[in-house]
């Protein structure tokens, strides 16, 4: 099993920043790769970036492609989202998940997921 730990949401206004770690323990040799998702209210979750955890080799989704960036602390198991020029669209609960395969974007594919952080950015 693995289990993941989500941290740094929070309230913002537009255009400022905030940047979320998802740390990793347990089972960590069986992460290929690590995901970031979103969900707004009555909306589908939706895939925001991933990382292949050998080598940092990135994906994002083209909404976020130049504001956010995504990236790794092999030795510490933990993987970061900074989001820059936060927009109210950005307003969602970000999930972090791992999986064994990279790159990819559907939320099936992914086989372990943290309990999720807040992310409001205010207009």
């Known amino acids: 099993q693995v289990q993941l730990v989500e941290s740094g949401g929070g309230l913002v206004q537009a255009g400022g920043s905030l940047r979320l770690s998802c740390a990793a323990s347990g089972r960590i040799f069986s992460i290929h790769a690590v995901g970031w998702f979103r969900q707004a209210p009555g909306k589908e979750r939706e895939f925001v970036a991933t990382?292949?955890?050998?080598?940092?080799?990135?994906y994002y989704a083209d909404s976020v492609k130049g504001r956010f960036t995504i990236s790794r602390d092999y030795a510490k198991n933990t993987v970061y989202l900074q989001m820059n020029s936060l927009k109210p669209a950005d307003t969602a609960v970000y999930y972090c998940a791992a999986g064994g395969t990279y790159p990819q974007v559907a939320a099936r594919n992914y086989d372990y997921w943290g309990q999720g952080t807040q992310v409001t950015a205010s207009s």
């Open positions: 990382i292949r955890r050998i080598d940092a080799s990135a």
